[in-house]
Nanobody, 123 residues
Framework: QVQLVESGGGLVQAGGSLRLSCAASGGTFDNYNMGWFRQVPGKEREFVAAVSRTGAFRSYVGSVKGRFTISRDNAKNTVYLQLNTLKPEDTAVYYC????????????????WGQGTQVTVSS
């Protein structure tokens, strides 16, 4: 059983930056592909970014390409999401997730989820 704990969310003005962290425990971290998703009330959870087990492959949703960067440090059992040039439409609860199988943009293919961290971007 893998436990995931996100941190780093907060309130920031448009154009600002945040760095989200997700610390994993209870499993072998580099066995998992990792992803970040976000959700706003009344909407489905949206894929944001994913990184493969070794960090060699990364994917992003189009709306964040060039602004967000996903990375991982397997020695620290942690995955990060650097959020730059934030926009009000980035406001959401951000979740990290771990997938034992494929490297995926689909939420249903992830096995473990964190509790989420709120990111609020003011205009």
């Amino acid at each position: 059983q893998v436990q995931l704990v996100e941190s780093g969310g907060g309130l920031v003005q448009a154009g600002g930056s945040l760095r989200l962290s997700c610390a994993a425990s209870g499993g072998t971290f580099d066995n998992y592909n990792m992803g970040w998703f976000r959700q706003v009330p009344g909407k489905e959870r949206e894929f944001v970014a994913a990184v493969s087990r070794t960090g060699a492959f990364r994917s992003y949703v189009g709306s964040v390409k060039g602004r967000f960067t996903i990375s991982r440090d397997n020695a620290k059992n942690t995955v990060y999401l650097q959020l730059n040039t934030l926009k009000p439409e980035d406001t959401a609860v951000y979740y990290c997730a771990a997938a034992r199988r494929g490297y995926s943009v689909i939420a249903e293919q992830y096995d473990y989820w964190g509790q989420g961290t709120q990111v609020t971007v003011s205009s």
